[in-house]
Every structure is written in C-alpha cells, then in structure tokens.
T-cell receptor
C-alpha cells in the first residue's frame, strides 16, 4: 500500500491565485482530514470527511473548500490565495476502532503565497 | 486554555539518557490519547497509543493520568535516531473531528 499520497510537494502561489491540493489514500479508510501546520504551532483541522459525499468544517475552514466524490480522494481547494495561507498542508486518513481514530498522514504540501 | 499543552523544549540529552515528556489536556471527557513523532520537514507518524493502564513498546513507555488530565512519554536509553518532535494528540470525544494536537516537544539526542 502507498498509504496517503499528496501532490504537489511544493508550490508557490501569487496572491489571488487558486489551486487544488490533491490527496489520495489506498487503505479504504472512511475518514479523511486536511490540516495545516504553521511554524511552532500544532496542526489545525481545516475540513474533514466521514465518507464519500460527506464533508464538514473543522477549526479553520475559511478560504478553503473540499469535496469527497470517492472514498480514495479528498482534494482541498484554495480560492483567492492569501499570504495567511502560507503553511504546510497535511492530508490524513483513519478508520474508527471503538472511540479511537488512529490517523495516517501524507507527506505534506509546502505552500507559499507571495 | 489550550486543548492540549506541551512543553516545547528543546530537550537536549546525551545518548543513553532517559527523558520524559508531559502533556496536559483540557477536556476531562477525552476518549483516546496518542503520541506521534514528527521528523524535521516530514509528516507526523503514530508512535503509540496511550492506554489507561499504561503501555510500553520497547524503550518507550506511555502513561495516562485521567484524574490530573495529563499523559506522559518516557524514552529510555535514548538513541541519536530518537531526535524528533513528539506530538501529544487527544481525541476530545467520540467525534472524528475532535482530535487535538499539541505543538510538540523537540528532542535532540547528542552523541
């Protein structure tokens, strides 16, 4: 299994541009997540999905959109990029075992908005 | 108060030393607890779950104190390869969206 894969690894955007961060998992996990990690800060949840066709906002959703048309894919869309969106973005997936969600992360996308 | 708080360190210890990290959480109803390891410029990876009775995996021991709302990670006989940032992660309730991450504690093991 490849696990969770993300593309691209790096990207530089100009203010106002848009882009989609891709995330795919091959573990047949129902749950998928997008986080951002700023320097010296913990991971913040942007959006999450509990299954195909179902998405919901996390702690910091403004400026982002997601879709979940298949179990495998969970792309994150940035519209009108702003410098505040400069960050490292991690996609994760998990399955649920009782009350436990052990998350598996992709390698991350480093985004700079200038 | 932050949901999950950790001492950011850095902890600089010699090889072979024992080092312990603590983490406190705000919600007494929290359900599950984890330690993740994150290497520089890499993704977090699950190190171990933390069970109520405490658990051990080789040189690593995790403990949970529900009454005081903290969890700990003990690393014995530190290796150079243990150098990383250790993230405390708490699932605040049964929801999939309630996983909260600490900011991490940085460990450097020195030869």
């Amino acid at each position: 299994n490849a696990g969770v894969t993300q593309t691209p690894k790096f990207r530089i955007l100009k203010i106002g541009q848009s882009m989609t961060l891709q995330c795919t998992q091959d573990m047949n996990h129902n749950y998928m997540y997008w986080y951002r990690q700023d320097p010296g800060m913990g991971l913040k949840l942007i959006y999450y999905s509990v299954g195909a066709g179902i998405t919901d906002k996390g702690e910091v959703p403004n400026g982002y959109n997601v879709s979940r048309s298949t179990t495998e894919d969970f792309p994150l869309r940035l519209e009108l990029a702003a410098p505040s969106q400069t960050s490292v973005y991690f996609c994760a997936s998990s399955t649920r075992q009782g009350t436990t969600y052990e998350q598996y992360f992709g390698p991350g996308t480093r985004l700079t908005v200038t | 108060r932050k949901e999950v708080e950790q001492d950011p360190g850095p902890f600089n210890v010699p090889e072979g030393a024992t080092v312990a990290f603590n983490c406190t959480y705000s919600n007494s109803a929290s359900q599950s607890f984890f330690w993740y390891r994150q290497d520089c410029r890499k993704e977090p990876k699950l190190l171990m779950s933390v069970y109520s009775s405490g658990n051990e995996d080789g040189r690593f021991t995790a403990q949970l104190n529900r009454a005081s709302q903290y969890i700990s990670l003990l690393i014995r006989d530190s290796k150079l390869s243990d150098s990383a940032t250790y993230l405390c992660v708490v699932n605040m309730d049964t929801g999939a969206n309630n996983l909260f991450f600490g900011t991490g504690t940085r460990l450097t093991v020195i030869p």
